[in-house]
């Protein structure tokens, strides 16, 4: 019968060598001359332990591990087989016998003490672990690593809360400074100057939008801003809009509370922040509920329960009196004159906006569950996603459009966030999914809020720059190459920012 060893290692071959050996022993001890037979015996077992021994050492050194106290032994171990069997037939042949037998006693034991080191499958296996708890431990220092990013992005800074507050106490220490008009200005409602919406509860950063926008127009007594905060940080606005003069340019600063259509039966997002699971969903902010989708981590951000992002798809609404408008976040800055986009012949369409797809990325399908048979029906996955941060509204295509109440139909439907993730850009991709008009790429240069690389000369030549994504300029993990296109339009010389350390 034939014995065969699949893929034999040194210790496939000690057994096999031992199984021999006993064979051996056994037909020894019944021969005629025991004491010849038993030396010959000893001989063979020499023979292939070295053998053995020597396999070992090779696969040490194979193994880079001549350092090792393993290597060393078998190495050592092999000489004193080979001066052992140099010495054979031997003189005494009691001193070889017990010699040879210690000799081999050592090298089981070494050998089968070894058997750890030099298993590949074992080591295989122990490799395969050690991947796979290094994998666990990348993984949960990326959800904390995320986590922790998120909380430093979306955390108030101590120099912008006191801003807030010195505005505030400003507001309530001298109330008759800072009344409205009985009558606004006419220009708040003349479509024939150029009007732009700032939706914000960043003071600063709105003042900033405001400030860059009035020091790159040509003639900044055509331009009228269009503020919108919350009541809380309403009087704080007013008071930072109303201690300098921009140039003549026109600026009203309104809350939400003052739009009286925005209520819960007629706005579904309103409606949807009642529910108790949606709240649920965002102020469980432990650890291990806020990192579970690190992907999408950001749409846990309370942020979205603000009205302040769901304001711009009720445009028409809030300025029924005008043609167009141009929206812009409170993280952009303006670089150039922006009156050429009123010259845009839009065709009919209702956007204005810089697409943002490359490749397979910023397609629909990375923003809508196609798995839904009515998204899937409805949306082209590959169509080319754009940017909110500044977008050019024709406001009577949307009227004709009927963009408000697409937006409700949708949000309806998508109450239990089976449709898409929160946030605005998903809703608004699909608001004007055929009613979007692409601009020129140098309109609006976005990701200098993540992206290091983005080039100085495609920044120099953007009429709009943004600084999307959680390194605000405002904070202090803002890069620092970009900040100053930001910082220099901050109103350092203004009290309120000194008394606050701002740094210049």
């Not at 081999?104 to 499958?121: M, T």
Request: charged share 25%; hydrophobic share 40%; net charge positive.
């Amino acid at each position: 019968m034939a014995i065969r060893f699949r893929n034999p290692n040194p210790i496939s071959l000690l057994l096999l060598l031992l199984l021999f050996s006993t064979l051996l022993f056994s037909t020894a001890t019944s021969s005629p001359d025991p004491t010849r037979a038993r030396g010959d015996l000893l001989r063979k077992q020499l023979t292939d332990l070295s053998s053995v021994s020597s396999l070992y050492a090779s696969s040490s050194r194979k193994l880079s591990l001549e350092t090792s106290k393993q290597s060393r032994l078998f190495s050592q171990l092999s000489q004193n087989f080979s001066i052992l069997l140099s010495s054979y037939p031997p003189k005494d042949v009691s001193r070889f016998e017990r010699d040879a037998r210690a000799l081999i006693s050592s090298a089981r034991a070494l050998i089968l003490a070894s058997k750890d080191s030099f298993d590949p499958q074992l080591k295989i296996q122990r490799l395969k672990d050690a991947i796979f708890a290094a994998n666990e431990q990348l993984t949960k220092a990326k959800k904390s690593g995320a986590f922790s990013s998120l909380i430093a992005a979306k955390s108030i800074p101590k120099s912008l809360h006191c801003l807030a507050m010195k505005l505030t106490a400003e507001r309530v220490a001298r109330p008759e400074k800072y009344i409205d008009p009985v009558h606004p200005a006419p220009e708040l409602e003349d479509p024939r100057l150029y009007h732009y919406a700032i939706f914000s509860d960043n003071v600063l950063a709105a003042s900033v939008v405001v400030n860059s926008a009035v020091k790159n127009s040509k003639d900044p007594s055509r331009h009228v801003f269009h503020v919108v905060t919350d009541r809380m940080n309403l009087g704080a606005m007013q008071v930072m809009f109303r201690m300098k003069d921009y140039a003549g340019a026109h600026i009203e600063v309104k809350a939400i509370e003052d739009y009286k259509f925005l209520n819960s039966s007629y706005v579904p997002v309103l409606r949807q922040l009642e529910s108790a699971n949606l709240q649920r969903f965002y102020f469980e902010n432990k650890l291990e509920n806020a990192t579970k989708d690190t992907t999408n981590m950001k749409f846990r951000n309370p942020k979205y329960l603000s009205m302040l992002n769901h304001l711009r798809f009720y445009l028409p609404e809030m300025y029924p009196k005008l043609h167009r408008i141009l929206f812009l976040d409170d993280d952009v800055v303006v670089q150039r004159d922006l009156t050429d986009l009123w010259k845009i012949d839009m065709d009919g369409k209702v956007n204005g906006a810089v697409e943002t797809c490359f490749g397979s990325f910023h397609r629909y399908a990375q923003y809508m569950n196609f798995s839904h048979p009515l998204i899937k029906e409805k949306f082209d996955p590959n169509a080319c996603g754009w940017a909110y941060g500044m977008n050019f509204f024709d406001l009577d295509a949307w009227k004709k459009e009927k963009c408000t109440e697409q937006y409700h139909y949708w949000q309806n439907l998508n109450e239990n966030r089976t449709l898409w993730k929160l946030g605005t850009l998903p809703p608004g991709l699909i608001t004007y999914y055929s009613t979007t008009k692409p601009l020129d790429k140098s309109w609006h240069v976005l990701g200098l809020g993540y992206n290091p690389s983005i080039s100085m000369e495609e920044i120099k030549n953007a009429a709009v720059v943004h600084f999307n994504g959680n390194m605000k300029p405002w904070l202090d993990i803002a890069m620092n190459q970009f900040r100053p296109l930001w910082s220099k339009y901050v109103d350092y010389d203004m009290e309120f920012v000194r008394q606050c350390n701002f740094a210049a």
